[in-house]
């Protein structure tokens, strides 16, 4: 939402035109690249399945032998009040509700096992050059479903209510096997996640709004990928070939086709490299990661916003031969409580614009982040969290029974962006270009099962005034401060 814009009920995906929406943003012919994936990921399934079935089974075995009639041997089948000892022991599924919200539907047997997570997010954003009024929207509203297909068959869909997206309502879609080797192998549309926070999904951030490096190389699109984690999580990567329909972390149309590597370490693992035994257990946690995304014949606009959502940064729609960006970081516990990360960000285009130029390094920037946790006896999660599929692995030190931690998150951003974009008259906005920093401010708390809140504060500087849109003037600090409350999880 634009600042000075409020709204509620032309952006609530709870009234009645979210139906109308819902049938015109609908991009029908993109989800048929989907169907292709998912029926694609089905066959390689089922191709497995029955090839394990036929090494299990006799070689030898006589197809045509005469099976046994359904029974019990040595009781007389005509008997009256025979009862199967088997029958007892059929689980006939079940539909449960909890507190937070989740629907579990269980199948006979436990197969399929569906569970639909409807969550209501209010946003709350105050900005010192909006409007005096708060903006308060619900487009980050959502419900996610996510199961099992025959146990080893994970999937995962993404229904974004407000329908703003150039995805339309279904901003994810996914189909997932594991294998017992550790590998993975997922088809559809897949998330673009190159840092700590640059998730799509709400539920697995701390932050509300992207940071100003999450901007560069997130998104989401269409896709197969395999990967896993080996040695005790003390080694993760995949690969993802990206297939089109590209977009932002803003959900915008930008990118192409091209490839994504991701590598996760924890250098000092005794399970890695061995060690002594009284070798301290948080140092055995430090981790880096580093991700690497390719793409050819990339298109869209280059764009970066502030916490308050002011454009801080934004190109014209560019057609690109290349574009490749780089992230890396680490996360060091420094005690169960209190963690320290870092990132770095590089951003190059190549064959930029009818005149073919090349911009390596076009942005790069880094940020700087302490961790903290308040209340609670459960440690912060110490691996590195990617988006493979299921929830993301707690390889803390302890493990504690579950209860409602506070979270805080204090990061400093930097971005440099250098000027050949605008040279070449390819940046719509037009305030002087400058190194972009922000300190941003996060407290997270679960007040419940069913109920989480975010405070989000953050100060953003330019060394040369920013244009403000709606004829609000010019800025050099801009100030925001968002709440968001999330009801189901």
Not at 137 to 151: A, D, H, W, Y
Request: with cysteine.
């Amino acid at each position: 939402m634009a600042i000075g814009e409020t709204n509620l009920l032309r952006d609530s995906p709870l009234m009645g035109s979210s139906i109308f929406n819902f049938l015109t943003n609908f991009r029908w012919d993109k989800y048929l690249r989907a169907l292709l994936l998912v029926s694609l990921n089905l066959s390689i399934l089922q191709s497995t399945s029955i090839l394990e079935a036929q090494i299990d089974g006799d070689p030898f075995e006589d197809p045509f032998e005469e099976s046994t009639p359904d029974g019990i041997l040595g009781v007389d089948p005509f008997a009256e009040n025979i009862q199967n000892p088997q029958d007892s022991q059929v689980d006939s599924g079940s539909i449960s509700i909890a507190k937070s919200g989740r629907i579990r539907i269980l199948g006979p047997g436990g197969v399929p096992d569906l569970s639909i997570l409807p969550s209501l997010r209010l946003d709350f954003l105050h900005s010192s050059e909006g409007s005096p009024d708060p903006d308060v929207s619900t487009t980050k509203s959502e419900i996610r479903f996510e199961g099992n297909l025959l146990k080893e068959n994970t999937f995962f869909v993404r229904f974004d209510l407000a329908g703003n997206k150039s995805t339309g309502v279904i901003s994810e879609l996914w189909l997932d096997r594991a294998f017992d080797s550790g590998l993975h192998l997922t088809a559809g549309r897949l998330p673009i996640t190159m840092g700590l926070e640059s998730f799509p999904g709400q539920e697995k951030r701390i932050t509300i709004t992207p940071g100003l490096l999450d901007w560069l190389g997130g998104g989401s699109a269409w896709g197969v990928r395999s990967g896993g984690s080996w040695v005790n999580q003390s080694l993760t990567g995949d690969i993802q070939l990206s297939l089109g329909d590209s977009v932002d972390v803003g959900g915008k149309d930008f990118g192409g086709y091209g490839l994504l590597t991701r590598f996760t370490m924890r250098p000092f693992s005794r399970d890695l490299f061995g060690g002594p035994a009284e070798a301290g257990e948080l140092l055995e946690s430090f981790s880096f990661f580093v991700t690497g995304r390719w793409d050819h014949n990339s298109k869209g606009k280059l764009q970066i916003n502030s916490a308050g959502d002011v454009s801080l940064y934004r190109s014209t729609n560019l057609e690109m031969e290349n574009a490749n960006w780089v992230r890396t970081g680490w996360r060091l516990p420094i005690t169960d409580f209190f963690h320290i990360e870092n990132e770095w960000n590089r951003t190059s285009l190549y064959g930029v614009g009818d005149d073919k130029t090349d911009m390596p390094g076009e942005i790069t920037g880094f940020q700087f982040s302490f961790r903290l946790r308040f209340g609670s006896e459960t440690p912060l999660p110490v691996s590195i969290p990617l988006d493979l599929p299921g929830q993301s692995p707690d390889t803390s030190p302890k493990t504690q029974k579950k209860d409602f931690p506070v979270d805080l998150l204090l990061r400093y951003e930097q971005l440099s962006p250098k000027e050949r974009l605008l040279n070449e008259g390819l940046l719509e906005t037009d305030h002087d270009l400058s190194d972009l920093r922000s300190l941003r401010l996060v407290l997270s708390k679960q007040q419940t099962q069913s109920i989480r809140w975010i405070l989000e504060s953050a100060w953003t500087r330019n060394n040369s005034p920013i244009n403000l849109s709606g004829n609000l003037g010019q800025a050099e600090d801009i100030f925001s401060f968002r709440c968001l409350m999330e009801i189901g999880l």
